[in-house]
T-cell receptor, first 113, second 112 residues
């Protein structure tokens, strides 16, 4: 596609539920990133994929968060036992070359009630 | 630990004026410094970026000034327009990693 596509654009879930957030990167981009942006803050790094493997998952806050990219294209961020503190905009970005800038999607706004 | 400090938090500039946003960093391993522009409901979009081997980079109305010894860099928006009203983020990345560390953002409002 022309840009990075994220679905859903909005997700409301109850505390304790499981959610999956999807990212469809720009075609051919081998690098894929997940960031989380809380209200009034800059994006915070979660995880970086190069191809199918997670090259850096140092930003995942705890073991409730997990991400996959099984075929080196679409990625899914999975959050188990959601907490109200997980409420934020989850941003996905992709890049052809990890040494340079990357393109963000519009994000998924997650609200845990 | 906040590794990139950004100021001001908000900024109001008249149309045609110069908008200046400043960032300071601590990690001397950083070697790539981009600026992103974000509109409400959208993801950040790359505006301009600089590496520490140059002190200034200009693209259209946008200029990055970089001071390696002071560990500071700034974004200047010349002839600011109402369409420039957005939140701006500075960021930095070390050469050995791919993840960006972002500043806290500056909300710019350009008035008529």
């Amino acid at each position: 596609g022309a840009g990075v596509s994220q679905t859903p654009s909005n997700k409301v879930t109850e505390k304790g539920k499981y959610v999956e957030l999807r990212c469809d990167p720009i075609s051919g981009h081998t690098a894929l990133y997940w960031y989380r942006q809380s209200l009034g803050q800059g994006p915070e790094f979660l995880i970086y994929f190069q191809g199918t493997g997670a090259a850096d998952d140092s930003g995942l806050p705890n073991d409730r968060f997990f991400a996959v990219r099984p075929e080196g294209s679409v990625s899914t961020l999975k959050i188990q036992r959601t907490e109200r503190g997980d409420s934020a905009v989850y941003l996905c970005a992709s890049s052809l070359n990890p040494s340079y800038g990357y393109t963000f999607g519009s994000g998924t706004r997650l609200t845990v009630v | 630990q906040q590794q990139v400090k950004q100021s001001p938090q908000s900024l109001i500039v008249q149309k045609g004026g110069i908008s200046i946003i400043n960032c300071a960093y601590e990690n001397t391993a950083f070697d790539y410094f981009p600026w992103y522009q974000q509109f409400p409901g959208k993801g950040p979009a790359l505006l301009i970026a600089i590496r520490p081997d140059v002190s200034e980079k200009k693209e259209g109305r946008f200029t990055i000034s970089f001071n390696k010894s002071a560990k500071q860099f700034s974004l200047h928006i010349m002839d600011s327009q109402p369409g420039d009203s957005a939140t701006y983020f500075c960021a930095a990345r070390p050469g050995t990693a791919s993840k960006l560390t972002f500043g806290t953002g500056t909300r710019l409002q350009v008035t008529l």
